[in-house]
């Protein structure tokens, strides 16, 4: 017998087990449906909780103020400085005029406070520069190098009045404590599910095994190959992941369309994650959730079926 012919006959039992054995194929189908719902929740909650700490991230930075006699060349050398720092992702300059700019606009309808600022005659604002750095944990260092080049009192460093750190150090700490946090969940969420959906489709699959134990009996009787055993069940599990993955990418349209939030989140959480759209998430990364979802829905499938049949072949 060919290897093709073999291949064609395993394929076509396959689908035989698959449509006969109807209620089981829908338990096994509605169980990894609901399974590829978790994993989809997962996907989109991580990349919900990634958009958020990124904006919250963007949001931070450590501020270093001059004094208001600072010179251009004392700043740039502060500004070169932290540039060649390994840890700073960007520095951006904020000049006397612009800090004097910014703070009118931002006091226009408070008449008192303006008038006070005039009639000084002079502009009593610093320069600043404004500095992210490429992880939430690398701002203490970098508020450290400003401090020690600050308490030195020499070169460029006189020129430096204050640094923000600090006074924000504790929502720092906070921001970064829920990143780590949250890449922890993230792993442990996913390997609990991939063990509860193993457990739960093999027992599923087991039950279209077990009513098809005597076939496999006189299949083994015959001489037939573990492989020739094995194939048609492994076809139907594949046919399971398939069916139950082309249902939740369908589904997931007009559900996320119509709550482009998030799935299952209740009205405190939703707070959160307001700003991210999940419908416009699925739609861009539509290739994504396709490989994701279809590929561990035919690959648990087919490894559920390989292990549940394991027990009715002969040894």
Known sequence: ???????????????????????????????????SFMLVNIMISNAAMTATLKDLTNKVDVTVYFRTNATGDQIEQINRSLQSLPEVASVSLMTREQALADFRE????????IQALDELGTNPLGASLEIRAKQTSQYEGIAKYLQAQQDSQSGAGVAIDKVNFYQNKTAIDRLTNIIDTSKKNGIAKTIFLAVCAVLIVLNTIRL??????????????????????????????????VVSSVLVLILLYPILLYHPVLIGLDPTTELLFGNFNSFTYYTANFLLFFVVVTGTSIALGALSSYLAVRRYLRT
């Open 1 to 35: 017998m060919s290897y093709w012919t073999t291949t064609k006959r395993i394929a076509r039992y396959g689908l035989v087990g698959f449509v006969r054995n109807g209620f089981v194929s829908l338990s096994a189908i509605l169980m990894m449906t609901i399974m």
């Open 208 to 241: 279209a095994i077990y009513t098809a134990r005597d076939e496999i009996g006189v299949m083994n009787l015959v001489g037939a190959s573990r492989w020739y055993v094995r194939g048609p069940f492994m076809v139907a599990g594949v046919l399971y992941g």
């Open 106 to 113: 931002r006091h226009k309808n408070d008449q008192l406070t």
